[in-house]
């Protein structure tokens, strides 16, 4: 059974940095991948940014640049750091993965850019 797990969210004002990271069972990143989706009140999911199994990056337009995935092989874990986040940043970020063509999906973490 897949599980992720995601830590890091928060409160914190324009500029400022955040670093989400999300933990994994029952799959194993470094083969399948992963992904960082969000989800902002009154609009859709969509993708953040996202690693193969081979490494390649994929990142939305509106956050290359300031937006960093990463993934830690020996703890099976997947990061994204965010830097220079802006009030359009604030969403619920959900890690997410993709096995046997079943889509996968953490609780979500709230990330809420304010001054």
């Known amino acids: 059974q897949v599980q992720l797990v995601e830590s890091g969210g928060g409160l914190v004002q324009p500029g400022g940095s955040l670093r989400l990271s999300c933990a994994a069972s029952g799959t194993i990143f470094s083969i399948y991948g992963m992904a960082w989706y969000r989800q902002a009140p009154g609009k859709q999911r969509e993708l953040v940014a996202q690693i193969t199994g081979g490494g390649s990056r994929n990142y939305a337009d509106s956050v290359k640049g300031r937006f960093t995935i990463s993934r830690d092989n020996a703890k099976n874990t997947g990061d994204l750091q965010m830097n220079s986040l802006r009030p359009e940043d604030t969403a619920v970020y959900y890690c997410?993965?993709?096995?046997?063509?079943?889509?996968?999906w953490g609780q979500g973490t709230q990330v809420t850019v304010s001054s």
């Open positions: 997410n993965t993709i096995r046997s063509g079943r889509w996968y």
